[in-house]
């Protein structure tokens, strides 16, 4: 990935203040329409009864209404394993852009059949049972740091993953990857992606505590940035944070893949990886349900829906729109859609359809960081003056660099030499 673009200074929020962001929504309905606690399902295999959000985002009751058929979701990250039985036959082909040996179901790290799973499992033979079991994943294979270390590889992996999600039949794109580094060619793929009516989701990284810097591609505006939630509604201290958050969705105490062999599952914080693609089968499910919409009116939905205790418009940098909740709109009918050819995230037109996206390669000239407003008074909360250290509803997550030894789970890719 290129270098090339500043990055935006964010501010710090002082150590002593850290034992305080632990405020939460205030309201039981965090994630639900109602949800206050339930316990699994006891026929549940002994990963699916980890899967606590599936319960408190009543995944049985939304799932009666739809399943997400119809959608397909590009994944772009480490490849995808086609073969577990979670996801036999819902793994269509992709492609394979790292410029190494293998295609895109060779999972170099099990991670990216992790997130498929999230998605779009079937819950066969016990594995994870995806939000959006009847959606179909397109896996995009590019490289993380150690693989480019071992390996000749493809220098502009990024920008043709991106450009071949946006020109395959997915209509939404996950990518639980991120990098301190911006590029022109990353940044025009992704404008590319918009111009073809997808709604694109990544990964906003869990190095909070130490630089905090922004991650691309969650940091371009017409990204969805995500942060990561425990089951409380609380994100961890090293959630990253600031403009680059537009939503929150479950992250902590989701299990994944242990390793390349896929024999069996792990324990440990999914963290903003998983709460990614959970937020882009949050999507499947109501764009499943609305296969009408464009891509700007079913994001607007999920912002629209988002729990939250501060005023609707306002975005707080810990968890942009709020916690996502698509059985808001799915078993109750709320959020307004919108109009179809208007960004929810950079409130410019756009191509905006569904069915058959706009073939135009070019985009409309799009603001280098996104326009946020600082987070507003939040009921409960811990708020301070905005001098740096003003703090918000704060919600969980671990992010994007692959830290297998401490049982986080993410990846973080850094910048690529000439």
């Not at 794109?173 to 989701?201: L, N, P, T």
């Not at 709020?322 to 995230?345: C, E, T, V």
């Amino acid at each position: 990935m290129t270098a090339g673009m500043s990055q935006t200074r964010k501010r710090h929020i002082p150590l002593r203040l850290r034992g305080r962001l632990l405020a939460t929504v205030a309201m039981a309905a965090a994630w639900s329409m109602g949800y206050a606690g339930a316990a699994p399902s006891a026929v549940a295999a002994d990963v699916q009864s980890k899967q606590w959000y599936l319960d408190a985002m009543q995944a049985d009751e939304m799932w009666k209404v739809t399943t997400g058929k119809g959608i397909k979701v590009a994944v772009i990250d480490t490849g995808v394993n086609s073969g577990t039985p979670s996801l036999k036959g819902q793994v269509l082909k992709g492609l394979d852009a790292t410029g190494a040996e293998g295609d895109e179901y060779d999972d170099y790290r099990g991670h990216g059949t992790t997130m498929a799973e999230l998605i779009a499992g079937t819950g066969e033979g016990g594995g994870l049972k995806g939000l959006a079991p009847d959606a179909k994943i397109i896996p995009m294979r590019i490289t993380d740091t150690e693989f480019q270390n071992e390996h000749s590889v493809n220098a502009h992996d990024s920008e043709d993953a991106i450009r071949a999600a946006a020109d395959s039949d997915a209509q939404i794109i996950s990518m639980s990857f991120g990098s301190d580094f911006a590029g022109r060619e990353e940044r025009e793929a992704v404008k590319y992606a918009q111009s073809k009516g997808k709604i694109f989701f990544a990964s906003v990284g869990n190095n909070a505590e130490e630089t905090n810097r922004e991650q691309y591609p969650a940091a371009y505006p017409q990204v969805v940035g995500v942060s990561s939630a425990d089951r409380n509604g609380k994100v961890a201290e090293y959630s990253q944070n600031g403009s680059i958050v537009d939503i929150a969705a479950p992250g902590n105490d989701v299990p994944r893949w242990c390793d390349t062999t896929f024999q069996s599952y792990c324990d440990g914080d999914g963290g903003t990886s998983a709460a990614t693609a959970i937020a882009s089968a949050s999507a499947a499910l109501v764009w499943s349900a609305h296969p009408d919409w464009t891509a700007n009116q079913v994001l607007n939905v999920l912002f629209d829906t988002a729990s939250r205790d501060w005023e609707k418009g306002t975005l707080s940098k810990y968890l942009g729109h709020g916690l996502i909740r698509p059985s808001m709109n799915i078993l109750k009918g709320k959020g307004s859609p919108g109009a179809p050819d208007i960004s929810p995230l950079t409130k410019e037109k756009t191509a905006g359809s569904t069915a058959s996206p706009a073939a135009s390669a070019s985009a409309s000239s799009q603001p280098e960081k996104k326009d946020k407003a600082e987070d507003a008074a939040m009921a409960g909360s811990s708020t301070e003056k905005n001098d740096g250290s003003q703090l918000g509803l704060i919600l969980g997550g671990v992010a994007v660099v692959l830290v297998l030894g401490g049982g986080a789970f993410a990846l973080v890719r850094k910048r690529r030499s000439a």
